[in-house]
């Protein structure tokens, strides 16, 4: 069973930063497209960001500018690096791996939850506070 691992989230003030960090031990992320996500209390599930496998990226139009995602081939590790974090940041973060589609289509997709056909592959989540 493939199992992605993410780093726990945790609490900041407004205006501070958080990395998460995703991993496999059953599933190799090069070669494969990586998203994360956000389910935020009450709403949809949100996509915030992909890397393809060649390493370009897409970002939601909310976090762009304060979101970096960056993937490590040798550590087999993704990264979502979040600066400037406001309280319409939290919830809880899913790394995805393995696209179902092509990675435009993932991006037109809505979805309510996460861990959805997006993906093949789901992180169990990992939350993320922001008090102000």
């Known amino acids: 069973e493939v199992q992605l691992v993410e780093s726990v989230g945790g609490s900041v003030q407004a205006g501070g930063s958080l990395t998460l960090s995703c991993t496999s031990s059953?599933?190799?992320?090069?070669?494969?497209?990586m998203g994360w996500y956000r389910q935020s209390f009450g709403d949809n599930c949100d996509l915030v960001s992909t890397?393809?496998?060649?390493?370009?990226?897409y970002y939601a139009d909310s976090v762009k500018g304060r979101f970096t995602v960056s993937r490590d081939t040798a550590k087999n590790t993704v990264y979502l690096q979040m600066n400037s974090l406001n309280a319409d940041d939290a919830g809880v973060y899913y790394c995805?791996?393995?696209?179902?589609?092509?990675?435009?289509?993932?991006?037109?997709?809505?979805?309510?939850?996460?861990?959805?056909?997006?993906?093949?592959?789901w992180g169990q989540g990992t939350q993320v506070n922001v008090s102000s």
């Open positions: 995805a791996a393995d696209g179902s589609w092509e990675l435009t289509a993932i991006h037109d997709l809505r979805s309510t939850f996460c861990q959805n056909g997006a993906f093949d592959y």
């Open positions: 059953e599933f190799t992320f090069d070669g494969s497209d």
């Open positions: 890397v393809s496998s060649d390493g370009v990226t």
